[in-house]
């Protein structure tokens, strides 16, 4: 079955960086699209960044770009998202997620889902 692990997270000081990763196994990698959310106490949770499954294009949000890249790589099915520059407001609980039922990664439903890493950035 489809499975994700995230690993990666932790505290960082403004400024720093963090590389997260998510490990998926139990499906057909070029199929998938697989995002990166996260969710803040009280705020609702975001898509962050998606690499697209078919054709690898990338998506991110406004307020990670030029800031975070992701990547994929095909020999360890995993999905990395490097987060430079962190700021306070980048402290969230990070999830990875994956689905195969849309070409866009805006359009995606994303019925799989890690357990999540938690990122904390503060001084």
């Known amino acids: 079955q489809v499975q994700l692990v995230e690993s990666g997270g932790g505290l960082v000081q403004p400024g720093g960086s963090l590389r997260l990763s998510c490990a998926a196994s139990?499906?057909?990698?070029?199929?998938?699209?697989i995002g990166w959310f996260r969710q803040a106490p009280g705020k609702e949770r975001e898509m962050v960044s998606c690499?697209?499954?078919?054709?690898?294009?990338?998506y991110y949000a406004d307020s990670v770009k030029g800031r975070f890249t992701i990547s994929r790589d095909n020999a360890k099915n995993t999905v990395d998202l490097l987060m430079n520059s962190l700021q306070p407001e980048d402290t969230a609980a990070y999830f990875c997620?994956?689905?195969?039922?849309?070409?866009?990664?805006?359009?995606?439903?994303?019925?799989?889902w890690g357990q999540g890493t938690q990122v904390t950035v503060s001084s």
């Open positions: 997620a994956t689905d195969d039922r849309s070409w866009y990664c805006n359009f995606t439903p994303f019925y799989y």
């Open positions: 139990g499906f057909t990698w070029d199929r998938y699209n």
């Open positions: 690499i697209n499954g078919h054709d690898g294009s990338t």
